[in-house]
């Protein structure tokens, strides 16, 4: 199955919603970052989270997350598009912490809870939109229905999973994002919370082979599909960009590198591709800045 994304919506158009399987995004991260269980659960959940907003966009825009909560695992950092393209990483992907006191991985403890959550939205404009809103609990299913309530004004209900196998493969992946319209009746939104509050783990639902179709007309009736897109790993690095950076190091740093007489060697974050240069490498760079 390959990683899909659906955006519907639901009671006569009283709700959007969004439901996503990554399994194989999350797969290629682990793989790219050697991630350890609990990185990869929160790594996952945060790409989960910016594949979904990144369909909330059009065109050529793009955004950002960055999960900033204190916690031994660093930074997290996510970049979607509304294309489906998505690519992220963390700042300690060795990080692997005990089972929590529910048994689960525990993604808070690896997070933290004292820092930020930040948006970075490109809508083509001369500035970016950013947003930001408190870390209220680490898990980030529940820090970001808080950011969409706080900074977006819209209710929404998130809810985002990773299954690690006991290999340290990803098993399952996946999320879904439910925003309350104008218009629904107090009835409507409490017999939605009580769905919602029954719900299994989506990890569950999709472990045991329930579609995204299934999952989101188990909590909403009347789902209309409004369309389907393809989800997938995309990194924008290239050894033309990574020339380009070195260019814009100066001359004094590639001098530098081309006095110590030994390859240099650029990791990109997002990807953990390595891009190497030798000394006649980056003597050729120093040549075009003298063009």
């Keep these: 199955m390959n990683d899909t994304l659906l955006r519907a919506t639901a009671l006569g158009g009283k709700v959007r919603a969004f439901a996503i399987r990554t399994t194989e995004l999350v797969q290629e991260l682990h793989r790219r970052h050697q991630t350890m269980p609990t990185a990869t659960a929160a790594l996952g959940r945060t790409v989960t989270a910016a594949a979904m907003m990144g ?3 059009k065109g050529e825009e793009k955004l950002t997350i960055q999960v900033k909560g204190g916690g031994p695992i ?3 950092v996510a970049d979607a598009n509304a294309k489906g393209e998505v690519r992220g990483y963390v700042d300690h992907p060795e990080v692997d ?14 997070v933290g ?20 809103t408190p870390i209220v609990s680490g898990e980030l299913g529940e820090d970001f229905t808080y950011y969409f309530a706080k900074s977006e004004q819209t209710p929404s209900a998130v809810a985002l999973g990773v299954l690690v196998d ?20 107090d009835d409507e939104i ?9 719900l299994p783990p989506i990890t569950t639902l999709l472990d045991s082979g329930k579609s995204l179709e299934d999952i989101l007309g188990t909590l909403l009736e009347d789902v209309e599909i409004l369309d389907r897109m393809e989800i997938r790993f995309q990194c924008k690095c290239s050894r033309d960009r990574v020339e380009q950076t070195l260019i814009s190091l100066g001359r004094q740093e590639i001098e530098a590198l081309v006095e110590e007489d030994r390859p240099a060697e650029v990791v990109c974050h ?21 063009r």
């Design 97 to 110: 912490l005990p089972l929590n006191a529910i048994g689960k991985l525990d993604v808070a403890g690896a």
């Design 190 to 198: 409490s017999e939605l919370d009580t769905k919602l509050a029954a």
């Design 55 to 57: 369909a909330m966009l």
């Design 74 to 76: 660093g930074q997290i």
């Design 270 to 290: 997002f990807c953990n591709e390595a891009y190497n240069f030798s000394k006649e490498d980056l003597t050729e760079l120093l040549s075009q800045l003298e």
């Design 113 to 132: 809870r004292d820092g930020f959550l930040y948006v970075i939205k490109d809508l083509g404009l001369k500035e970016p939109y950013r947003g930001s």
């Design 166 to 185: 006991v290999d340290l493969s990803v098993r399952a992946a996946g999320g879904f994002i439910i925003q309350l319209l104008p218009g629904l009746s």
